[in-house]
């Protein structure tokens, strides 16, 4: 009995001392990066924004990984090798766009859009939380447990649908850090599941053999999240603040007790001209400029931005980063990077890159700076869309969700346009990486899992001209709409793209790694149906296209074809057991 207690007091003061360690380590890593004291906030829209074009760039203090590449755009370029071949190779990834705001169901922005009155956001909040001068977001990132959350299990099915990398959320602009964060404590493993969930997805694409990005997109927080300072303008709660307003000292006693609003919220900034106003837009960040009035705390935040970025490179050794934004990077001081101008990006990729380079011995790794112009070093993405033209200046991703980038009832599930959409990116060069919104309590519902189980059999079926290729001559060729080449509508794929119509005269095409020509027709033809595709004519002037044999990739037998002046004309097999589009292989 005596050595039981013994024991008993021994595990207590191990426990004990364990939970004092790593509450230690905490509150070092903050004391590395402390807050700076705010100035009393002004009355709202009395400041002008500071002008972010005659404001010099400010260089940040912000310590890297040893290497060859530095925090300057200048060194990054010169040593960065190029994209690597996988990316070039893989063409098609899953958005894993998941997170708390989730678990209010109503789409993209619920965190923001819970503060707006009206909104149906707010709507939702209301009626599932409470008001959100009582009951705001932290409560929300409090309750929620995703428990059916498997990523072993989800990075299966991505890869049984055709995946080759997953683009994983790690902060979204609600500011809640989905890993052991040392530098946010609103993070996954503090507050809500208490798991670290960047770690899980990590452990699991490794398994699989999956490569993974985690993405960021923090930036924006600063200026995002001034609804949550705000109040209800009419009705009983007219003029009580909502929970943004409030300090570390209210939460004493309270669940939330120690943890600092300030790191979840921010601070408010409405005094600023144009911020209130477009808070209240449907997506508008303030006007250009620059927080002039708050320029030890814009210091503070950029480099509280670049660490948490920079402590995921390090512990967690993703296959890429990605910034979101509208500009040329993160900290430009207009568009979504207003407020401050400074080199964080640059400190940020510096960084990954010199690990990337000690870890592999070659950095095989990028770099996505949203729709920032060529730069070597960097990725590009297309949100939404896809180019009109084949775009071959620099790699890039079109992005887009299934219904919104987050969870709302209602969402059209189509394998077909998922396929179409990846069709159109990869025949004018690009990748395409698409979302499909995880339910509150992770896990994907009946009609995701099976619009992802079409898209692989479509995969295995036609993947050599898909995976490893490149873009042919011209995109494609079809129906012309306002002397454009008909193409998949953009936006979120919804019904709009679910019922959009193609027939047998629309084509796209592809170069296989293996130098064949691949011509897919947008649709499936009826059995027997002679097809006919003008630009392999021998009169349609583009070279090399002397056709010597036509195959119909998943078809075992002989194709009718011939290749006359004004096209290559193929008959059909007398059946036709395909959906959404048919490729042929062109030799």
Same mark, same amino acid.
């Given at each position: 009995?005596?050595?039981?207690?013994?024991?008993?007091?021994?595990?207590?003061?191990?426990?004990?001392?364990?939970?004092?360690?790593?509450? &230690?380590?905490?509150?070092?890593?903050?004391?590395?990066?402390?807050?700076?004291?705010?100035?009393?906030?002004?009355?709202?829209?009395?400041?002008?924004?500071?002008?972010?074009?005659?404001?010099?760039?400010?260089?940040?203090?912000?310590?890297?990984?040893?290497?060859?590449?530095?925090?300057?755009?200048?060194?990054?370029?010169?040593?960065?090798?190029?994209?690597?071949?996988?990316?070039? %190779?893989?063409?098609?990834?899953?958005?894993?766009? *998941?997170?708390?705001?989730?678990?209010? &169901?109503?789409?993209?922005?619920?965190?923001?859009?819970?503060?707006?009155?009206?909104?149906?956001?707010?709507?939702?909040?209301?009626?599932?939380?409470?008001?959100?001068?009582?009951?705001?977001?932290?409560?929300?990132?409090?309750?929620?447990?995703?428990?059916?959350?498997?990523?072993?299990?989800?990075?299966?099915?991505?890869?049984?649908?055709?995946?080759?990398?997953?683009?994983?959320?790690?902060?979204?602009?609600?500011?809640?850090?989905?890993?052991?964060?040392?530098?946010?404590?609103?993070?996954?493993?503090?507050?809500?599941?208490?798991?670290?969930? +960047?770690?899980?997805?990590?452990?699991?694409?490794?398994?699989?053999?999956?490569?993974?990005?985690?993405?960021?997109?923090?930036?924006?927080?600063?200026?995002?999240?001034?609804?949550?300072?705000?109040?209800?303008?009419?009705?009983?709660?007219?003029?009580?603040?909502?929970?943004?307003?409030?300090?570390?000292?209210?939460?004493?006693?309270?669940?939330?007790?120690?943890?600092?609003?300030?790191?979840?919220?921010?601070?408010?900034?409405?005094?600023?001209?144009?911020? %209130?106003?477009?808070?209240?837009?449907?997506?508008?960040?303030?006007?250009?400029?620059?927080?002039?009035?708050?320029?030890?705390?814009?210091?503070?935040?950029?480099?509280?931005?670049?660490?948490?970025?920079?402590?995921?490179?390090?512990?967690?050794?993703?296959?890429? +980063?990605?910034? %979101?934004?509208?500009?040329?990077?993160? *900290?430009?001081?207009?568009?979504?990077?207003?407020?401050?101008?400074?080199?964080?990006?640059?400190?940020?990729?510096?960084?990954?890159?010199?690990?990337?380079?000690?870890?592999?011995?070659?950095?095989?790794?990028?770099?996505?700076?949203?729709?920032?112009?060529?730069?070597?070093?960097?990725?590009?993405?297309?949100?939404?869309?896809?180019?009109?033209?084949?775009?071959?200046?620099?790699?890039?991703?079109?992005?887009?969700?299934?219904?919104?980038?987050?969870?709302?009832?209602?969402?059209?599930?189509?394998?077909?346009?998922?396929?179409?959409?990846?069709?159109?990116?990869?025949?004018?060069?690009?990748?395409?990486?698409?979302?499909?919104?995880?339910?509150?309590?992770?896990?994907?519902?009946?009609?995701?899992?099976?619009?992802?189980?079409?898209?692989?059999?479509?995969?295995?079926?036609?993947?050599?001209?898909?995976?490893?290729?490149?873009?042919?001559?011209?995109?494609?060729?079809?129906? +012309?709409?306002?002397?454009?080449?008909?193409?998949?509508?953009?936006?979120?794929?919804?019904?709009?793209?679910?019922?959009?119509?193609?027939?047998?005269?629309?084509?796209?095409?592809?170069?296989?790694?293996?130098?064949?020509?691949?011509? *897919?027709?947008?649709?499936?033809?009826?059995?027997?149906?002679?097809?006919?595709?003008?630009?392999?004519?021998?009169?349609?002037?583009?070279?090399?296209?002397?056709?010597?044999?036509?195959?119909?990739?998943?078809?075992?037998?002989?194709?009718?074809?011939?290749?006359?002046?004004?096209?290559?004309?193929?008959?059909?097999?007398?059946?036709?057991?395909?959906?959404?589009?048919?490729?042929?292989?062109?030799?």
């Amino acid at each position: 009995m005596k050595n039981k207690c013994n024991y008993q007091a021994c595990s207590k003061s191990i426990f004990f001392f364990l939970v004092f360690f790593a509450a &230690q380590l905490f509150l070092h890593a903050q004391d590395k990066n402390p807050m700076p004291a705010i100035p009393e906030a002004k009355p709202i829209n009395s400041v002008q924004m500071g002008d972010s074009k005659s404001f010099p760039e400010m260089k940040l203090d912000i310590p890297i990984a040893p290497g060859p590449y530095e925090p300057t755009w200048e060194s990054i370029e010169k040593n960065y090798p190029g994209s690597p071949k996988w990316l070039r %190779d893989a063409k098609f990834g899953i958005w894993v766009h *998941f997170g708390p705001q989730s678990a209010g &169901q109503s789409g993209d922005w619920y965190a923001r859009k819970l503060y707006v009155q009206g909104s149906l956001a707010n709507k939702n909040h209301l009626k599932k939380f409470g008001h959100p001068s009582e009951v705001g977001y932290k409560e929300v990132l409090r309750d929620w447990n995703p428990k059916k959350l498997d990523p072993a299990k989800l990075t299966k099915i991505y890869r049984d649908a055709g995946a080759k990398y997953l683009m994983i959320q790690g902060v979204h602009h609600d500011n809640y850090d989905m890993w052991n964060s040392k530098y946010q404590p609103w993070n996954s493993v503090n507050i809500g599941p208490k798991r670290d969930l +960047i770690g899980e997805w990590a452990k699991a694409c490794r398994a699989d053999g999956m490569r993974f990005g985690v993405t960021f997109h923090h930036e924006y927080t600063w200026w995002w999240w001034q609804t949550a300072f705000g109040s209800d303008t009419s009705g009983d709660r007219k003029g009580i603040p909502y929970d943004g307003n409030l300090t570390l000292a209210d939460g004493k006693g309270k669940w939330w007790e120690g943890y600092d609003p300030r790191m979840l919220y921010g601070i408010d900034l409405r005094e600023y001209d144009g911020v %209130d106003k477009n808070a209240h837009s449907p997506w508008s960040p303030p006007p250009a400029g620059i927080f002039s009035n708050h320029l030890e705390y814009a210091k503070w935040y950029a480099k509280n931005w670049a660490l948490r970025m920079m402590d995921v490179v390090e512990h967690y050794d993703p296959d890429f +980063i990605y910034t %979101d934004g509208t500009v040329q990077g993160p *900290f430009t001081g207009d568009g979504t990077g207003t407020g401050l101008k400074a080199d964080a990006m640059q400190h940020v990729i510096a960084d990954f890159y010199n690990r990337t380079l000690k870890r592999r011995g070659v950095v095989n790794t990028f770099s996505i700076v949203k729709f920032r112009n060529k730069t070597n070093g960097t990725v590009n993405t297309e949100e939404f869309g896809v180019p009109e033209k084949i775009n071959t200046d620099q790699t890039w991703i079109a992005e887009a969700p299934v219904g919104d980038w987050f969870y709302a009832p209602g969402f059209t599930y189509n394998s077909g346009m998922m396929i179409r959409y990846v069709i159109e990116a990869i025949a004018r060069d690009g990748n395409a990486a698409l979302c499909i919104s995880i339910l509150p309590d992770g896990s994907l519902d009946a009609g995701s899992l099976k619009m992802l189980k079409e898209v692989g059999v479509w995969m295995r079926r036609n993947g050599e001209s898909v995976y490893g290729s490149r873009a042919w001559t011209i995109p494609g060729e079809g129906a +012309i709409v306002d002397g454009k080449l008909k193409m998949l509508p953009g936006g979120g794929l919804t019904k709009r793209q679910a019922e959009f119509k193609f027939d047998e005269h629309d084509f796209r095409f592809t170069i296989g790694k293996n130098n064949a020509l691949y011509a *897919f027709c947008m649709t499936v033809p009826a059995p027997g149906t002679q097809l006919k595709i003008k630009s392999l004519g021998t009169a349609a002037g583009f070279p090399g296209k002397t056709v010597k044999n036509v195959t119909l990739l998943g078809y075992k037998g002989k194709l009718q074809w011939k290749q006359e002046s004004d096209g290559l004309y193929i008959t059909c097999p007398a059946t036709m057991p395909f959906e959404t589009s048919i490729v042929f292989k062109v030799d």
